[in-house]
């Protein structure tokens, strides 16, 4: 589910969402876990507006290459 929270990302993970956790999200992912929460709802609200107008829309072009 893309609408959970950071924290409840990682309790279906089995993790502590910590300053330990977070470090290590960033280290592999390359943005803290709320940077990506963010992104996701971003990219989540653009897809629907896509939808509203007709138009399909590919959350690849979000994605920094």
């Given at each position: 589910?893309?609408?959970?929270?950071?924290?409840?990302?990682?309790?279906?993970?089995?993790?502590?969402?910590?300053?330990?956790?977070?470090?290590?999200?960033?280290?592999?992912?390359?943005?803290?876990?709320?940077e990506?929460?963010?992104?996701?709802?971003?990219?989540?609200?653009?897809?629907?507006?896509?939808k509203?107008?007709?138009?399909?829309?590919?959350?690849?072009?979000?994605?920094?290459?």
């Amino acid at each position: 589910d893309v609408n959970l929270t950071v924290s409840q990302a990682f309790a279906a993970c089995n993790m502590n969402y910590n300053g330990y956790s977070a470090r290590l999200f960033k280290q592999k992912v390359g943005q803290t876990p709320s940077e990506t929460e963010k992104n996701i709802k971003t990219v989540n609200y653009a897809i629907q507006l896509a939808k509203i107008a007709g138009q399909k829309l590919s959350p690849a072009i979000f994605i920094d290459k």
